[in-house]
């Protein structure tokens, strides 16, 4: 989809405060309401908006260890690649401790962000259930120390 200077600035302004009413956005970009509803009706229905998230401090909600889990998934003759790490993410959308899931071109196959509350509920949710999904053959946890950088996609274009 080709996004306009005005389809640009209405994502903007929704990724700078989700809450924002559309009033408020209408004054931001400088468009009506009926006509920045409109946009964001068409945004949402073309994929580009897919929804709309509180952040929330994990540390409050008892998820307050980051880790990160790479994995090697065995893919033998007859499968390739794409279809065994499908099944992994297939067997990780049920374990709500992996908040992310992303397969990798390099040594590793694939990647998980794995929120916990502590090393032994990490430990629990990487060798218990991780480390016994078919397919996996190898995992490898890094704990991450602190976070620098963590922000919403930058929005370019026109």
């Known amino acids: 989809m080709d ?17 924002a009413t559309l009033q408020d956005v209408s004054q931001k ?4 309401r009926p ?13 580009v908006i897919e929804g709309y998230h509180a952040r929330v401090s994990p540390d409050a909600v008892g998820a307050g260890l980051l880790a990160i889990v790479f994995l090697r998934v065995s893919h033998g003759k007859g499968q390739d690649c794409m ?28 990647i998980a962000k794995v929120r916990a509350k502590d090393v032994r509920d ?5 060798m218990r259930q991780i ?7 190898r995992v490898r946890t890094n704990v991450v120390l602190s976070t620098h950088v ?7 274009g026109a």
């Open 3 to 19: 996004l306009d200077k005005l389809d640009v600035a209405i994502l903007r302004a929704l990724t700078a405060d989700g809450r």
């Open 29 to 32: 970009v400088g468009l009506q």
């Open 35 to 47: 006509s920045v509803h409109a946009r964001v009706k068409r945004l949402e229905k073309e994929g």
């Open 83 to 110: 279809q065994a790490c499908g099944k992994v993410a297939e067997a990780l959308r049920k374990i709500p401790e992996v908040v992310e899931f992303h397969t990798l071109a390099g040594e590793e196959d694939a």
């Open 122 to 126: 990490l430990e629990r949710v990487v």
């Open 131 to 137: 480390s016994g999904i078919a397919g996996v053959e």
């Open 150 to 156: 963590e922000r919403p996609i930058a929005i370019r």
